[in-house]
């Protein structure tokens, strides 16, 4: 569905990502993993075409990302930075505008709002909106419209442990009727149920993937951290 | 997906302060300093009648220049303004990112704003044409004769007009990523349409031509001239809407 092929891009400040290769294939939830600057939104911007690469090529839906027609991201759903919505809309306008935009119907957007409980928030504009509740906006706009490849950086940021659950429930169940879906996160926990992959990241490279069945996730992740960490500095050690 | 993308704007522009503030500063703004001058005329205060010239008359024919007057500057403010939010803003709230990855390219979305945008001026043109006329008959200048019709309609097309060279401030807006970007490139078209009208090359300055045109009534600026203008704003829109095609989110 997803398909990066050694693909890089560098920053004038000298941050970026290199060589990233990997696949999200349908009913997949493929969970992104680093410390903050590892570069995840980098690649999650240049599987949305938000950034081009200066190396390698990202696929979509099989084709070249560049190449793809505009009408094929109706199958596209995403939240990356700042959720689609305007502070002056309510919570309701700001669905239906997204779901406009996407190309979905207006019964997509009640059934959003009650999937993720909005449904009394409806009328009041975004701004009012607390940053939990912004957050389920923006992921009810991101998937209302049933995408198949579904991208989510930091998704569970601001949600409260109901919220959490009903996001788990959401891209699980959504997994199933074959979506695929790439979701970046620090909680180490939270991956760990959801994910059926779990890729590390870490200065702009993909370090390889994280056993979530282990019994103490955090010590292994430092630990792969740690030991890329080394063998960087030890391979720029002349 | 175009119409889904005018609907959008549409909504956005009509719900916001900013639209709401800019519409009600062109529109009542004009008409009480309209208002205000003709109090000034009719109390005869030298200063202000001095500074009016041939405008200082309590008629037709003082109303229509005096509008034609305002309007040729504060309608390039204002409409730079909304320009610079509608296209600045997307940056400063962060939801330029919402507009990747949908089945609508960001040249289209960036069309579509303009579209609204032009929709919009034409109203505030017409509105405020409607106004000048109403504040005439309050004033009981009388029933319009030919040449106050062809005044007012000249005041709707500066509107228009001037809604055009205010596109550059979009592009600048889009570049920049930054509302004060596109506000300050606003002021920027203000002083160069001041100064090449000083400098008496106005006619063929695409941002100076309307107002000249408008104050002249139509005897300044040749056709094409106005021409000239059309094509400054489409070379603009087109900018913009290519460098909205070719964004890319550099942090």
């Known amino acids: 569905m997803l398909e990066f092929a050694a693909v890089g891009h560098r920053f004038r400040s000298g941050a970026?990502?290199?060589?990233?290769?990997?696949?999200?294939?349908?009913?997949?939830?493929?969970?992104?993993?680093?410390?903050?600057?590892?570069?995840?939104?980098?690649?999650?911007?240049?599987?949305?075409?938000?950034?081009r690469p200066q190396a390698g090529e990202v696929r979509l839906f099989g084709r070249p990302l560049h190449r793809l027609p505009s009408s094929a991201f109706t199958g596209v759903g995403a939240l990356v930075d700042v959720p689609l919505a305007y502070p002056e809309l309510t919570a309701e306008e700001n669905l239906r505008l997204s779901s406009r935009l996407h190309g979905g119907t207006p019964a997509q957007v009640a059934e959003a709002l009650e999937t993720w409980r909005l449904t009394a928030l409806?009328?009041?504009?975004?701004?009012?909106?607390?940053?939990?509740?912004?957050?389920?906006?923006?992921?009810?706009?991101?998937?209302?419209?049933?995408?198949?490849?579904?991208?989510?950086?930091?998704p569970s940021n601001a949600l409260d442990p109901a919220s959490v659950i009903l996001l788990r429930e959401q891209l699980l169940r959504r997994a199933r009727a074959g979506a695929a879906v790439l979701v970046s996160s620090h909680h180490l926990d939270e991956v760990a149920r959801i994910a059926d992959r779990v890729l590390l990241m870490n200065a702009g490279r993909l370090i390889g993937g994280l056993d979530t069945a282990g019994p103490d996730l955090e010590r292994a992740f430092f630990a792969r951290l740690r030991a890329d960490d080394e063998s960087r500095t030890s391979e720029e050690t002349p | 997906m175009m119409g889904a993308a005018v609907s959008v704007e549409s909504l956005k522009l009509r719900r916001s302060l900013v639209g709401v503030i800019t519409t009600c500063a062109l529109l009542v703004g004009t008409v009480v300093v309209l208002a205000g001058i003709t109090f000034g005329v009719a109390q005869q205060r030298s200063d202000l009648v001095t500074k009016l010239g041939s405008a200082a008359r309590l008629d037709w024919a003082g109303l229509v220049p005096a509008a034609t007057q305002i309007i040729s500057v504060g309608s390039l403010l204002g409409f730079g303004v909304m320009l610079a939010w509608m296209f600045g803003r997307e940056f400063g709230d962060g939801t330029i990112t919402g507009l990747f990855a949908l089945p609508i390219s960001r040249g289209r979305i960036a069309l579509a704003k303009l579209a609204v945008y032009a929709l919009w001026t034409g109203a505030v043109g017409l509105i405020l044409a409607l106004g000048v006329l109403c504040l005439g008959l309050a004033f009981g200048y009388g029933s319009p004769a030919e040449g106050v019709w062809a005044g007012l309609v000249r005041l709707w097309v500066l509107m228009v007009l001037t809604g055009f060279i205010a596109i550059p401030v979009a592009w600048t807006a889009t570049v920049c990523g930054s509302v004060l970007a596109g506000v300050g490139c606003t002021v920027g078209l203000v002083v160069i349409a001041q100064v090449t009208a000083l400098l008496g090359v106005g006619g063929w300055m695409p941002v100076a031509a309307p107002a000249l045109w408008a104050m002249s009534d139509g005897s300044a600026v040749t056709v094409a001239q106005l021409g000239l203008v059309v094509v400054f704003a489409l070379v603009f829109a087109v900018l913009t809407a290519v460098s909205w095609d070719r964004l890319q989110l550099r942090r």
């Open chain 1, 16 to 51: 970026g990502v290199t060589d990233l290769s990997f696949a999200v294939h349908p009913g997949e939830v493929v969970a992104l993993i680093g410390l903050n600057g590892a570069g995840k939104t980098t690649l999650m911007r240049l599987g949305l075409g938000m950034l």
């Open chain 1, 122 to 154: 409806a009328d009041r504009r975004f701004r009012r909106l607390s940053s939990g509740n912004r957050q389920r906006v923006g992921l009810a706009a991101a998937m209302q419209h049933d995408p198949r490849m579904i991208v989510l950086d930091e």
